[in-house]
């Protein structure tokens, strides 16, 4: 039998705040993904978003 692998909703405990403007575009495409990605905060979008960032930095670098 297969086991279902659960994904963490889990965040990382908060090191620090940014408070950055930004234009009605990305403040609704914020609010967009936080339903898509089914996360309770903004903030949890960004840490998402970023981690998948480095992930393609990462993988696409040149050593």
């Not at 963490?8 to 403007?21: H, K, R, Y």
């Not at 903004?42 to 960032?53: D, M, P, R, W």
């Amino acid at each position: 039998m297969r086991t279902k692998k659960v994904r963490s909703s889990q965040t990382p405990v908060a090191d620090g705040f940014i408070n950055v403007p930004v234009s009605n575009v990305t403040r609704d495409g914020l609010h967009l993904l936080k339903e898509a990605m089914g996360v309770a905060s903004q903030a949890e979008v960004i840490e998402k978003l970023v981690a998948i960032g480095v992930a393609i930095h990462h993988a696409t670098r040149s050593n």
